[in-house]
């Protein structure tokens, strides 16, 4: 099984992938890669106080999240997150922490088993269309156990008992000759994101033709701590190599 892609399809994917274009999203994309560095720079310290911590960089960091984190009076009736992130529910993937926005009404998460894409990750993606959050992230993880079960199940032919729903889902976003599980992980954000960009919910719909809703594509190195982006190029080859398999 392979995936539909369309030229229009990727057009539209572009489009949506171009953050430079609507300057809230890229004002929200560069506090996302400044956060990313102060938490490669300074992660151990999250394992203590950051707040109370007296290192100059834990300093720099807590400043940067509360800069970032409004007075809870402004929020008590709305909120207005600046980027919404569909990451992997793993323990060890948390969008808050991985971006140093450690705090309310920063980042809207949504969160399953391999960051998939399903109605529920795509309805749930609705609420911060609706509240004007400029920024979509799609982030997906190396060393990934649902990318994991999906490469023993290409490897083995023989059905995951534990998560066949989510295998079944990952079947189509990679190659049937990828059985590595980190290149499962990257085929799978690029097929999140070509499907977010082409959602025929009405809302997503509406807030990427009228250029209110940007996507970036994401994967997270547990080891580093480092976010890596992935651009609209390298997005487009991996579908490309899916969709001609």
Not at 5 to 13: A, F, I, K, W
Not at 34 to 50: A, P
Request: net charge negative; charged share 25%; with cysteine.
């Amino acid at each position: 099984m392979t995936m539909n892609v369309s030229e229009e399809g990727l057009d539209r994917l572009q489009m949506v992938m171009n953050v430079d274009e609507f300057a809230p999203a890229k004002k929200a994309f560069g506090e996302l890669i400044k956060g990313n560095e102060l938490f490669v720079k300074n992660r151990g310290e999250y394992y203590s106080d950051v707040k109370n911590s007296s290192s100059e960089e834990a300093s720099e960091l807590y400043q940067f999240s509360k800069g970032l984190n409004p007075e809870l009076a402004e929020i008590e009736h709305h909120q207005t997150p600046t980027k919404a992130v569909l990451a992997c529910s793993d323990s060890r993937v948390t969008p808050g922490v991985i971006f140093s926005h450690v705090g309310f009404n920063m980042i809207f998460e949504v969160r399953n088993a391999g960051n998939i894409f399903t109605k529920e990750a795509e309805e749930s993606m609705v609420v911060p269309a609706s509240h004007d959050t400029p920024l979509m992230v799609i982030c997906g993880h190396y060393k990934c156990g649902a990318m994991n079960a999906c490469a023993a199940q290409r490897k083995t032919q023989q059905m995951n008992e534990a998560m066949p729903a989510t295998v079944a889902n990952l079947e189509a976003v990679a190659p049937k000759g990828i059985t590595d599980a980190d290149k499962i992980a990257e085929y799978n954000v690029a097929n999140v994101v070509y499907r977010f960009a082409n959602s025929a919910n009405p809302v997503l719909k509406s807030v990427f033709t009228g250029k209110k809703m940007k996507i970036a594509a994401a994967m997270y190195d547990i080891d580093s701590g480092k976010v890596n982006f992935m651009d609209f190029a390298l997005v487009k080859k991996m579908l490309l190599d899916n969709s001609h398999e």
